[in-house]
């Protein structure tokens, strides 16, 4: 996978196998944000992860290459990367919401998501409601339904870039407690000098999806995601995919 930090420089517009119209010739280009580990983030040089092996299988079957752009998480509510011909879709682990919906058109959903609460073991934080009684210092990635779900519980989250910058503030003491995806929280704990300092608390059942994102009306390339997602759901690949890069699957995920 090979990353570029800007605007795509190809010839498109073009087309992909089946007509898809694709914005650079023999390329999909996805935009993301990194990191955000484990469905995108840089490793040994390569772009890698769940969203990124599930993209690879649309760009299998469209008979491209995936090609990636790193772009602000902020610029993926309102699509106009989509909409200038930037990319030709967005995956970086984004929860599909209705004000989202009004910008860009989504996929299925590919991922059932729920959002965690870390924070330092010596504050003793295990949930929001301790976060606002105490009037603990919480942090958020900035746009984010992680920071949104903050806000609707009366908190007001120190805003962090990246997910990176969300353990970096945690880890420096900028903040108490974190409120984010509770898979980068799982990968998080995985490094032994994590799970020493931090601790996870209640789980913040939020019934959010993750979902692929197109310029809207882009009805090909809408139907050629969803026909792989659904195809890898059926065939094993999916859960073979999330073994990977996630962990055992949840029940009844196939």
């Not at 990194?34 to 469209?62: C, H, N, S, T, W």
């Not at 139907?223 to 995919?241: C, P, T, V």
């Amino acid at each position: 996978m090979f990353l570029v930090a800007g605007c795509s420089s190809g010839e498109g517009p073009a087309e992909a196998a089946g007509g898809v119209p694709v914005v650079e010739k023999g390329a999909l280009t996805t935009c993301t944000h990194l990191p955000y580990p484990p469905f995108q983030f840089e490793r040994d040089g390569e772009i890698v992860g769940f969203d990124v092996a599930l993209v690879d299988l649309v760009a299998k079957r469209l008979k491209v290459e995936q090609k990636i752009v790193d772009t602000p998480f902020e610029n993926f509510k309102t699509g106009a990367f989509l909409n200038s011909g930037e990319c030709d879709l967005a995956a970086a682990g984004m929860t599909i919401t209705d004000d989202r919906k009004k910008n860009v058109d989504f996929s299925v959903p590919y991922f059932d998501a729920t959002q965690a609460l870390l924070a330092t073991r010596k504050s003793g934080l295990t949930s929001l409601d301790q976060v606002k009684s105490r009037r603990a210092r919480l942090g958020a990635q900035t746009e984010t339904t992680g920071e949104s779900h903050a806000k609707k519980h009366g908190l007001d989250p120190v805003a962090f870039e990246s997910s990176d910058a969300v353990l970096t503030g945690l880890r420096t003491g900028q903040v108490d407690a974190v409120v984010i995806d509770y898979p980068v929280v799982q990968g998080w704990l995985k490094d032994r000098r994590n799970a020493a300092e931090f601790s996870l608390g209640r789980p913040i059942e939020t019934g959010e999806q993750y979902g692929i994102s197109v310029k809207k009306g882009n009805r090909k390339l809408l139907a050629a995601i969803d026909r792989a997602i659904r195809e890898a759901r059926a065939d094993g690949s999916y859960d073979s995919l999330y073994r990977r890069w996630i962990g055992p699957p949840p029940q009844g995920s196939s």
